[in-house]
């Protein structure tokens, strides 16, 4: 049991540059989330994907695109790198659904550098 | 008004001592509370979570939360330098989203 995993581990971008983050879990859970940490601030998230086939905005949802490939699958695209995306990057799961469902577990994270 | 907040630390205690970690919340009807470790460089670790006000214990930890004073805290008994961490609370505030807020985390130092 992998839990939640992420690639790549680390990038380093140069503005205006596309790139897709892959995030996959094997928990069979539901929902798939996306936060960005950034330093002093927590995390924020981007964008959500509540079950398979649906995906909505977060906090933070300028400059990013998702996609839920299938129910285990969630991947982040940035478009056109700026320098204010360069942040570690978390993927979540969680089943979702009703009271003591909630508990979410994150992947090891991606080290994003856009010059 | 920051939704969740934290004070940043660092809090330092000795070894062996008990640890308070503390977090207030924006949103009235918050339903579920959750705190997280991480460790430089690594990704939040869940260690507790809690939806009902009073205690809720595991092992050195102590959850404590009172939804009338919209505040929910972390206690750490004997703690151990291993404990040096952040300490992320995060708070359910929109249940059709059952997306996490997070606070900005309180580093915890552990003296040996």
């Known amino acids: 049991n992998a839990g939640v995993t992420q690639t790549p581990k680390f990038q380093v971008l140069k503005t205006g540059q596309s790139m897709t983050l892959q995030c996959a879990q094997d928990m069979n859970h539901n929902s798939m989330y996306w936060y960005r940490q950034d330093p002093g601030m927590g995390l924020r998230l981007i964008y959500y994907s509540a079950s398979e086939g649906t995906t909505d905005k977060g906090e933070v949802p300028n400059g990013y695109n998702v996609s839920r490939l299938n129910k285990r699958e969630f991947s982040l695209r940035l478009e056109s790198a700026a320098p204010s995306q360069t942040s570690v990057y978390f993927c979540?799961?969680?089943f979702g659904a009703g009271v003591g469902l909630n508990e979410q577990f994150f992947g090891p994270g991606t080290r994003l550098t856009v010059l | 008004q920051k939704e969740v907040e934290q004070n940043s630390g660092p809090l330092s205690v000795p070894e062996g001592a008990i640890a308070s970690l503390n977090c207030t919340y924006s949103?009235?009807?918050?339903?579920?509370f959750f705190w997280y470790r991480q460790y430089s460089g690594k990704s939040p670790e869940l260690i507790m979570f809690i939806y009902s006000n009073g205690d809720k214990e595991d092992g050195r930890f102590t959850a404590q939360l009172n939804k009338a004073s919209q505040y929910v805290s972390l206690l750490i008994r004997d703690s151990q330098p291993s404990d040096s961490a952040t300490y992320l609370c995060?708070?359910?505030?929109?249940?059709?989203?059952?997306?996490?807020?997070f606070g900005s985390g309180t580093r915890l130092q552990v003296q040996p």
């Open positions: 979540a799961s969680t």
């Open positions: 949103d009235r009807g918050s339903q579920s």
């Open positions: 995060a708070v359910i505030m929109d249940t059709g989203r059952r997306a996490l807020t």
